[in-house]
């Protein structure tokens, strides 16, 4: 977690906050809450997953507030490549589902929190200092969510999974697929690589089938998650 180290002109220690969300109107909201928080600065906001690496590089949040259902990269997929930051920020998601399976594979992501927008402003306040102190905080139907998966043997399962399908991947595949991890296009795949695009393009899609991704998020999401080196 990065220090919360900025202090407001009364000496209070601010916990700094990026707010990820594809709806305007939870900025706004959200943002409101926040702002009137003495120990809480919100230093921005992003409208969905793809642009969370840059925005935690440019601004070193303490705390990433971020919705769990977004267009393209949603919640989930974009905390498991946060991970690859070399220094992360804390994460605590936000819904407006009861969605079970969600707490758990944002919990297997590296998410610290986990709550539901109707909850209401006190838990959201609460859960930011909580993961900013790095405690996990967790709402109660979501902390009944990861009970119950546990309790049913579930432990480890995601990262498991993932160990064992990238363990299938061939060398050239598994180097095509780390590079993703930073963001890399195809053409600057086949330049370190010293291989044709066409050939890294081939490639990619073997990848797919054999890791059961759609994409190449997907891919990404499925390499950071198994715990592998390159």
Not at 48 to 69: K, S, Y
Not at 75 to 98: C, K, N, R, Y
Not at 206 to 230: F, M, P
Request: net charge negative; aromatic share 4%.
């Amino acid at each position: 977690m990065t220090s919360a180290s900025v202090s407001a002109p009364s000496g209070v220690p601010h916990i700094s906050v990026l707010v990820v969300d594809d709806d305007p109107f939870v900025h706004t909201g959200v943002g409101s809450i926040l702002q009137a928080t003495p120990d809480i600065r919100v230093v921005g906001t992003r409208l969905d997953g793809a642009e969370l690496m840059a925005a935690c590089a440019q601004l070193t949040p303490d705390v990433v507030l971020i919705d769990v259902r977004m267009p393209g990269i949603d919640g989930v997929a974009a905390v498991t490549i946060a991970q690859g930051l070399p220094v992360s920020p804390q994460f605590v998601m936000m819904t407006s589902f009861d969605d079970g399976p969600r707490v758990v594979e944002a919990i297997a992501a590296g998410a610290a929190g986990f709550i539901l927008k109707s909850d209401g402003p006190d838990a959201i306040t609460s859960a930011i200092r909580g993961v900013a102190r790095g405690e996990t905080a967790l709402s109660p139907r979501s902390a009944a969510h990861l009970a119950d998966w546990v309790r049913a043997g579930g432990a480890g399962a995601p990262q498991e999974r993932a160990r064992q399908s990238v363990e299938l991947l061939s060398p050239r595949e598994r180097d095509v697929a780390f590079a993703l991890l930073d963001g890399s296009a195809n053409a600057e795949i086949a330049r370190r690589l010293f291989v044709a695009d066409s050939t890294v393009k081939s490639t990619l899609q073997d990848i797919q089938l054999k890791l059961g991704a759609r994409n190449r998020t997907e891919i990404a999401v499925i390499v950071a998650r198994s715990g592998l080196d390159a």
